[in-house]
């Protein structure tokens, strides 16, 4: 079953705690993104990769952290200094093509909630 | 920076009444306008581009690069068009895909 798996569903850390969200895809992929979703927001860009060993900042960065050593996985770590971490979070993939630009896929998303 | 407005968050329609959907942005070169759409206890996903000037469940949308909008449009609404709306940007070149804030659409009966 082809698609973008978000693991786990649903997530509580403690405060002052990193936490790890997984996103892997199987769609052979390049590019591949993290969202956070608040009510009355949208969604804002934390990072995106258009390749592996390579990431950009998106407009919400600070507090978070990313890496793509495979061009399956892209996990994202909401760290400590993250000032408002409980948030519902969407990973996205999509390829990288000249011309016309592809749809994005996206993941079920993770509910991240901070005690 | 590339920017998307969508200036209301809740819009209420009857069913059979027009809908439209509206949708700003910015960027000082040349992007790509999507719409994706979010059903209940459903992934978000792509449910029209302004490339490809087609209609997808009676919905249109028309770039208008002097009033820099692409608005989205059905003429009869349907029960099952209520969902969550995005607009999205992204310019060509680029990989950064930008969301606006969403519309929540809710058709009455």
């Known amino acids: 079953d082809g698609g973008i798996t978000q693991s786990p569903k649903y997530l509580f850390r403690k405060e002052g705690q990193n936490v790890t969200l997984s996103c892997e895809q199987n769609?052979?992929?390049?590019?591949m993104y993290w969202y956070r979703q608040d009510p009355g927001q949208g969604l804002r860009l934390i990072y995106y990769?258009?390749?592996?060993?390579?990431?950009q900042k998106g407009d919400i960065a600070e507090g978070y952290s990313v890496s793509r050593e495979k061009k399956e996985s892209f996990p994202l770590t909401v760290t400590s200094a993250q000032k408002n971490p409980t948030a519902f979070y969407l990973c996205?993939?999509?390829?990288?093509?000249?011309?016309?630009?592809?749809?994005?896929?996206f993941g079920q998303g993770t509910r991240l909630t901070v005690v | 920076a590339q920017r998307v407005t969508q200036p209301e968050k809740l819009l209420s329609v009857f069913k059979g009444a027009p809908v439209e959907l509206k949708c700003n942005y910015s960027?000082?070169?040349?992007?790509?306008l999507f719409w994706y759409v979010q059903y209940s206890r459903q992934r978000l996903q792509l449910l029209l581009r302004?490339?490809s000037r087609e209609s997808i469940k009676g919905f249109t949308a028309d770039l208008n690069k002097g009033e820099t909008s692409f608005h989205l449009k059905k003429p009869f609404a349907q029960e099952e068009d209520s969902a969550m709306y995005y607009c999205?940007?992204?310019?060509?070149?680029?990989?950064?895909?930008?969301f606006g804030t969403g519309t929540r659409l809710t058709i009455i009966p």
């Open positions: 769609l052979n992929h390049d590019a």
């Open positions: 960027y000082s070169g040349s992007p790509e």
């Open positions: 999205a940007l992204a310019p060509f070149g680029n990989e950064k895909l930008t």
């Open positions: 996205a993939s999509k390829p990288v093509r000249q011309g016309q630009i592809p749809e994005a896929f």
């Open positions: 302004h490339i």
């Open positions: 990769s258009q390749i592996v060993n390579d990431f």
